[in-house]
């Protein structure tokens, strides 16, 4: 099955915003994607309006960001409150501007990593559950899923493979709530990430793609015929979206540690990337990806 491809605009610029989202929007519609991935850093960065002007044939994608002073486990009352009212602003846009869900490692700021014993794994869990809930009620009301992504031990000590998140999440899950897996982490985290993609299963609503070492997908040392086979396997139609980053990224740039340039510019990673995800629908059997 043929998918959506698209590519996050922290490939470029951050934070995005109404001022610099219409020139990058028509640049990476220029290069071919089908959709884009659009990261809201912060309330009122983004208005739908804008947004939907912009988009031109673009599907829209959305992903929020945990940067510092967002958690919704293992901190103060205030700060979860203002977590959840970002996470709520997330929602909304997601609504107003049609994507199908809003995705992210929505239970800490990234870089965040702490010790834990099994019983303190479980109240961080069911803490979790409790200030999800709410929200995951609100997403299911809009026809949004949050997507809740997994990410690799360096970022965060909370969920760090598909199974953990599959625990942690358990009663949530299709009600407002799936799970984002990103090749990235997967290649980190996961004995096999083909196994890791068939234990998200239905709930997998989102996948992000790049090279093992952050930069575009292709030529690297990732298992792409058996991720591709794997999403098969699930059904998964959504999109392939190409993650990396500039090391000018306002959040989360020093939490993924983007020291140096992973491309000759950021605009031929992009390329690249495309490139090689549309050679691999073009030679496979399946039509992957």
């Given amino acids: 099955m043929q998918r959506p491809i698209a590519v996050n ?50 599907s829209p994608l959305l992903v929020g960001a945990m940067a510092p002073g967002r958690e919704l486990v293992l901190a103060d009352d205030a700060v979860i409150t203002r977590t959840q009212h970002y996470l709520s602003a997330c929602i909304r846009l997601a609504h107003d501007i049609g994507a199908p869900a809003v995705c992210g490692p929505f239970y800490a700021r990234t870089g965040r990593v702490w010790r834990m014993d099994a019983a303190e794994r479980a109240d961080a869990y069911a803490q979790l559950r409790r200030r999800l809930a709410p929200l995951a009620a609100e997403a299911e009301a809009a026809g949004v ?29 299709g009600h407002g709530v799936g799970l984002a897996l990103d090749t990235y982490h997967l290649n980190i985290e996961e004995r096999s990430s083909a196994d890791a993609v068939r234990a998200a299963g239905r709930h997998l609503v989102h996948v992000q793609v790049c090279g093992n070492d952050r930069g575009a997908p292709g030529g690297d ?15 998964y139609t959504g999109a392939l979206s190409i993650e990396s980053f500039t090391a000018r990224n306002a959040s989360i740039a020093t939490a993924a540690s983007i020291w140096r340039p992973l491309a000759e510019s950021q605009d031929q990673l992009a390329e690249d990337g495309l490139a090689f995800l549309r050679s691999c629908a073009a030679r496979s059997p399946g039509g992957h990806p």
């Avoid at 997507?147 to 909370?158: C, D, M, V």
């Avoid at 493979?161 to 899950?173: M, S």
Wanted: proline share 6%.
């Fill in 9 to 58: 605009t922290w490939v470029w610029e951050s934070p995005l915003t109404d001022a610099n989202l219409p020139p990058l929007l028509a640049r990476i519609a220029d290069m071919g994607f089908d959709a884009v991935e659009l990261p809201l850093e912060n309330v009122g960065d983004l208005s739908a309006g804008a947004v939907r002007d912009a988009l031109g044939g673009l």
């Fill in 221 to 235: 040392q990732t298992d792409w015929t058996g991720i591709f086979d794997a999403l098969d396997a699930v059904g």
């Fill in 145 to 173: 899923v949050l997507g809740i992504e997994p990410l690799n031990r360096y970022e965060t000590s909370l969920l760090n493979t598909t199974a953990q998140a599959l625990e942690a999440l358990g009663p949530l899950l």
